[in-house]
């Protein structure tokens, strides 16, 4: 697949310091450049209301993505630490 970068995706990143976090992102995201499609990746849950984005979940950690079946591109919104607001803006 081919994936994008949003700007919140890339500040999210930056501000991280979890190291370990950071790897098991740098990991997913080479398993979604190899997958085919989304079912092929674990831990995959659409979020409701919105009918392409989806999140991944890492450790404590969510990956939210933007998703099209049929497509094989994937835009990485956000890496965010799993709390009370993570998906604030999605409800």
């Known amino acids: 697949m081919i994936i994008g970068y949003s700007k919140d995706f890339d500040k999210s990143?930056?501000?991280?310091?979890?190291?370990?976090?950071?790897?098991?992102?740098?990991?997913?995201?080479e398993k979604l450049e190899t997958a085919s499609s989304l079912k092929e990746i674990n831990n995959v849950v659409s979020i409701t209301n919105h009918p392409f984005v989806y999140r991944i979940r890492t450790g404590n950690y969510r990956l939210i993505v933007e998703y099209k079946d049929g497509e094989i591109t994937i835009l990485l919104i956000e890496y965010l630490k799993r709390d009370d607001n993570t998906y604030k803006k999605y409800s």
């Open 13 to 29: 990143v930056d501000k991280l310091k979890d190291k370990l976090a950071k790897k098991r992102l740098e990991v997913l995201v």
